[in-house]
């Protein structure tokens, strides 16, 4: 069965999903998408009785779906169950070993069967009108790099960077106010903006993001975190809240005794929540913590970040608990 995707719950809400893949034949289509919950505990204290979170939309036999899901059921009645109409008690899932680390997924399996689409209203679904996928971003990629109607230019380091203004600010509140907040009449549309601070593959890489709404592909090698540290950075100064996240999620991946401490700077300078809770779980264990005190991490982030060190040791004080 194709796999159609991934929606990720948060205490924040759902992130983007991860991937998207449906296929469809003539007869038959297929799918499944997976919702997982992180943080389940708060997820259910702060949903009340009749709401729910909502995985992101996915194809499956030419319809969009989405996973409906109410932690405290979706009414008073069903205050006791968690509501997917396919029913489930709630102490049940919390005893079983499918909640682990506060987390739970759920994958949704569709089938749509072509009978049952052929006998719906041709009127409205004609099977000779095919409508292909939206490929908007792809021309605003293109537009990017054939630098076709550029109207501003950025100096990074030392290369000369073409975009478009309206792009730009469309995409970004503080680009918006540079580019045009303080503009007066006359201004030249050439002049050149110097970007300091940043590399220009980072800077790249960040307006790749803003024409097309994807993060860039950074290869899985030796320095790869250090690139998506940079990228969080970017995202964070010119408040692509998007790509910020994103980086977050990436970010989380590479948590380890040799990152901990440095990641988790870096989430509490540019206040990341999610990425820091992930580094203070990492360091919730005693063999982690002990390994990252040998290499002289705590050091560095009493240096950096005295107060992250006081939400280390509350932590600690609980599992002790």
């Known amino acids: 069965m194709p796999f159609t995707g ?4 948060t205490d924040e809400g759902a992130r983007a999903p991860r991937s ?3 296929t469809t034949s003539s007869n038959t289509s297929s799918g499944y998408h997976l919702l997982i919950v992180e943080g389940y505990s ?13 995985s992101r939309p996915f194809m499956v036999g030419g319809y969009l779906w989405c996973i409906q899901c ?3 059921g979706d009414s ?8 997917l109409y396919l029913v489930i008690r709630r102490d049940t899932l919390e005893r079983s070993k499918y909640l682990k680390d506060d987390t739970f997924a759920l994958r949704c399996d569709i089938v749509v069967v072509g009978d049952a689409i052929n006998s719906m209203d041709t009127a409205t679904a004609s099977p000779s009108i095919k409508v292909p996928p939206s490929d908007m971003q792809q021309h605003f990629s293109d537009l990017l790099l054939a630098e076709e109607g550029t109207d501003v230019t950025f100096k990074v380091g030392s290369e000369t960077i073409a975009a478009h203004r309206c792009v730009l600010a469309a995409r970004s509140a503080v680009f918006k106010a540079e580019l045009f907040g303080t503009m007066k009449e006359g201004t030249a549309t050439t002049s050149v903006i110097q970007v300091d601070d940043m590399d220009a593959q980072i800077f790249r ?14 290869e899985e090698e030796e320095g790869a975190d250090v690139m998506w540290q940079h990228l969080l950075i970017a995202a964070d100064r010119y408040d692509l809240r998007r790509l910020r996240l994103m980086c977050e999620e990436k970010l989380s991946e590479y948590v380890d005794v040799s990152t901990a401490t440095t990641i988790l700077t870096l989430a509490e300078q540019h206040n990341c ?6 580094c203070l779980e990492f360091l919730n264990s005693p063999a982690n913590l002990q390994k990252v005190m040998a290499t002289g991490g705590l050091d560095s982030l009493a240096a950096c970040c005295p107060s992250v060190l006081k939400d280390l040791i509350a932590k600690l004080a609980k599992l002790k608990q």
């Open 70 to 72: 109410y932690p405290n």
């Open 6 to 9: 991934v929606s990720v719950i």
């Open 42 to 54: 708060r997820t259910k204290i702060s949903t009340p009785t009749g709401e729910c979170i909502r």
């Open 76 to 83: 008073s009645e069903n205050a006791d169950f968690i509501s």
């Open 20 to 22: 998207s893949s449906p």
């Open 273 to 278: 929540r999610g990425l820091k809770e992930t």
């Open 205 to 218: 890489a960040m307006l790749g993001f803003i024409y097309s709404d994807w993060p860039p592909e950074i």
